[in-house]
């Protein structure tokens, strides 16, 4: 059976008794309500009004002129925020609705569409444009890293570095990564580096975190103050994922700050490894041009007599053995195997130069018509054949000849 | 050999282009001598380019509006040990 009905009551009766049991309620004279903005008006009264909604409901709010005057952004639909206030009845039509004291935008919403938004300005303006993108030096002669000089971002940059190119050198100044103040601090930073005629790259970031403790790296400012930066800049804030609008102002968007030490400097091993199978090519080459010099040689060891091929070949092969000596001397230091290799080019080079075996006591022997004896074949008793020494000829008589059996 | 006018890439191109001319049949020994010379001049331009000394680490610390360098000293060499 219903309640106790004295008389019927008038509307405004009812509307005011609920808005006394409103009004006694602890939750709803103070809350805080998280919602996306709808049907927003800003009345020329000063007053806005609005509801706010999630996917399943929505609810009316009001927020005075008195209380909206110091917001500290210009709420829009779409817009999600957190307002704090009471919830009452507006007795005049019996609604109930949300006075709102207070209004923040909701973190990731409002931030979100202001990236977006900055997103969409800058690119319009043509400050991500590829063409506006400087190359970065190949060898790096020093990097200035603005970020902060605590955390794993910095001990991460400087120990790839190092490990990759280390004769790099490197400048740190350390900056504000997040909150308000990080932006101002990290143009300092930038503008310092950019007027140090010695640093040649510079990094700017840090390591992951929120999408507000990222949000200073997208802040307009600063992504101007790249933008028209001299010196080559990489931007690399956050993870993988995470993109900010300094990456896109900046020549190039690391995806971490670890890429970006790695983007910054060359391999040293890498290139030594390059370099040192160019070095052994051209050693090889020689090697085999003198091998073949070698055959040609002895295969022409008649026509060259006449052309006297020690008198020739002498200064070529000084001039080769000094340069050789000298390179060998070089690297001898850098390449075992390099090194070995001039050995044996060294060594050949001395067995086509006939008066390095002179010199130890071997003689060369020439027949009648001046040409080398290599075998006993074609000598026979009483042949005169010409033994030449380090230092003169002697002309011989040959008594017997006797042949090696096997 | 840092009178060498070229950058790292041009010297290694260079001595690409050597290499690839010196395994080719028909130079005579004074072209080979020649190449081989040039190519030990690039080759130790390139590697001086990659063995110089190492570079410093520094810290700037601000004192107003002065700057100030100082040693970075968070313990990074460490870390490069473990790499490898």
């Known amino acids: 059976m219903g309640g106790i009905i004295l008389r019927p009551l008038l509307v405004n009766e009812v509307n005011g008794y609920i808005k006394k049991l409103f009004a006694n309620d602890l939750l709803l004279t103070y809350l805080s309500i998280e919602g996306e903005i709808s049907n927003f008006t800003h009345h020329y009264s000063g007053h806005m009004y609005f509801s706010l909604k999630d996917d399943k409901s929505r609810i009316k709010c009001v927020m005075f002129k008195g209380d909206n005057q ?36 909701l973190g990731k919403g409002d931030l979100h569409k202001a990236f977006e938004e900055l997103k969409a300005k800058l690119e319009k303006e043509g400050l991500f444009s590829s063409e506006h993108k400087k190359d970065l030096p190949r060898f790096p002669k020093k990097i200035g890293i603005v970020t902060s000089s605590t955390g794993a971002a910095i001990r991460d940059m400087v120990s790839i570095i190092k490990r990759r190119f280390p004769p790099c050198d490197i400048l740190i100044y350390p900056a504000l990564v997040q909150g308000d103040q990080a932006p101002k601090d990290i143009i300092k930073g930038l503008k310092y580096l950019e007027s140090r005629e010695d640093v040649d790259l510079i990094i700017t970031g840090r390591g992951g975190g929120s999408f507000e403790e990222l949000f200073p790296f997208s802040d307009e400012e600063l992504a101007r103050y790249i933008f028209s930066m001299k010196k080559p800049v990489i931007s690399a ?22 890429m970006a030490a790695e983007l910054a400097v060359p391999d040293k091993r890498a290139l030594l490894d390059e370099l040192n199978t160019l070095g052994y090519g051209i050693i090889r080459s020689v090697d085999d041009k003198l091998n073949s010099l070698d055959n040609e040689l002895s295969s022409h060891g008649r026509s060259l007599k006449f052309l006297n091929p020690e008198s020739i070949l002498r200064d070529r092969r000084l001039e080769i053995d000094s340069i050789l000596k ?81 | 050999m840092d009178n060498l006018k070229l950058s790292y890439e041009e010297a290694l191109k260079e001595l690409e282009v050597l290499l690839s001319q010196m395994e080719e049949e028909g130079l ?12 030990m001049e690039l080759y130790d331009y390139c590697k001086g380019i990659l063995d110089k000394a190492e570079g410093e680490v520094k810290l700037i610390l601000k004192k107003g509006d002065l700057q100030e360098e100082v040693d970075f000293l968070e313990d990074y060499k460490e870390e490069i040990d473990e790499d490898f």
């Open chain 1, 70 to 105: 110091n917001l500290d952004f210009k709420p829009k639909d779409g817009n999600k925020v957190v307002v704090t206030g009471s919830v009452s009845i507006y007795e005049k039509d019996g609604s109930y609705q949300v006075y709102v004291k207070k209004m923040a935008p």
């Open chain 1, 237 to 258: 804030v956050g993870h993988e994922t995470d993109f900010s609008i300094s990456d896109f102002v900046a020549d190039i968007r690391a995806a971490t700050p670890s």
């Open chain 1, 326 to 406: 000298e390179v060998e001397f070089k690297l001898s230091k850098k390449l075992m195997t390099m090194d070995k290799k001039l050995t044996t080019i060294k060594n050949r080079i001395n067995l086509l130069n006939p008066s390095i075996p002179l010199e130890k006591g071997y003689g060369i022997i020439y027949d009648d018509l001046g040409n080398i004896v290599k075998s006993v074949l074609g000598i026979n008793k009483d042949d005169r054949i010409n033994i030449r020494l380090q230092d003169g000829s002697i002309k011989t008589l040959v008594l017997e000849k006797e042949e090696n059996n096997g």
């Open chain 2, 28 to 39: 005579n020994l004074d072209e080979t001598i020649g190449k081989f010379k040039r190519a």
